[in-house]
C-alpha cells in the first residue's frame, strides 16, 4: 500500500532530507587519500546526533553503522571499517536519518582526487540516470516511467543496472511501497500520484549487473570485480512535479 503525504508531511520530509544533503556535502568534503572508511562512519553520526537527528540504518535489520561507505566494486551496503581510500578510488556514501518521526535517505558517489576517464563516466552516468528518473516522477505517469528512463540511460552509455535492489517509498518508515527497480517497461506498473514521495536509487555497474552479496552478509560486490557507483534523492510528486527533498538548500 503506497501511503501518500500531505504537503504538511512533505515538509517535514524535506527537513529530514536537508539533514542528510547537509551531512552528505559535509562528508563529500573529507574525501580525500588517507581517511577510513570508519572516520567517516563516525563522523556522519556525530553530524546528524549534533542535528538533532536519529541515524537511520543504525540498528535497522541489524546493520551496526550508521553509512554505508562502497568502494570501486562494491555496489551498496559497504561497512565502514579502517580500510583508507586510496587516490583514483570512487566511493559511494548512503546515509539516512529519522528526524521529528520522518525518514530522510540520500546517497552520493564520489572520486577520491583524481579517478579514470571510465569512472568518471560511470559516475556521471548514474547521476544523469537519477535525474531522468526523478523528471517522470509526475502525476498521471507510470512507476515504469521512471524505472524505464533510468535503464534507457545507463545502457545507452555501456553499462548495466543493477536488478537485485531497488529504490522504495519513504515516510514514517524508511522503506514503504512501492518498491522502484531501475530498469522496466514504460506505461507499466501503479499510476504516479501527488503526495507520493519516493527514493529513487540507481546502482549502476559497469560491467555485468549481476551481483553477490559477501559473507559479512551486507557488503554487495559486482560479480565481475569492476566498478559500481549508486546515486539516490528522496523525491515529492506534487501538482507542479517532482521537488527534489535531498538537495542542500
Ligand atoms: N539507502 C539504503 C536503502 O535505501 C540504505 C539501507 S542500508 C541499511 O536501503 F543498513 F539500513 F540497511
Ligand atoms: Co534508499
Known sequence: ?????????????????GIVADILSELREMIRPGITTIELDRYSEELA????????????????????????????????????LKEGDIVSLDFGVCYNE????????????????????????????????????????RLGDISAAIQEQVEAAGFSVV?????????KSLHEDPQIPN????????KLKS???LAVEPMVNEGTYKIKVLNDGWTAVTFDGKLSAHFEHSLAITENGPVILSEVA
Open 183 to 190: 530498469f522496466g517497461v514504460r506505461g507499466r506498473g501503479i
Open 1 to 17: 500500500m503506497v501511503i501518500l503525504k500531505s504537503p504538511e508531511e512533505i515538509e517535514k520530509l524535506k527537513a529530514s532530507n
Open 102 to 141: 520522518y525518514y530522510g535517505d540520500s546517497a552520493i558517489t564520489v572520486p577520491v582526487g583524481d579517478s579514470s576517464d571510465i569512472a568518471k563516466r560511470l559516475i556521471g552516468t548514474t547521476r544523469k540516470a537519477l535525474y531522468s528518473g526523478i523528471e517522470e516522477a509526475r502525476a498521471g505517469n
Open 195 to 197: 503526495g507520493m514521495v
Open 163 to 171: 536488478r537485485d535492489f531497488v529504490g522504495h517509498g519513504i515516510g
Open 49 to 84: 546526533l549534533r542535528k538533532g537527528a536519529k541515524p537511520a540504518f543504525k540498528g535497522y535489520m541489524g546493520y551496526p553503522f550508521s553509512l554505508c561507505v562502497s568502494v570501486n566494486n562494491e555496489v551498496v551496503h559497504g561497512m565502514p571499517s579502517d580500510r583508507a
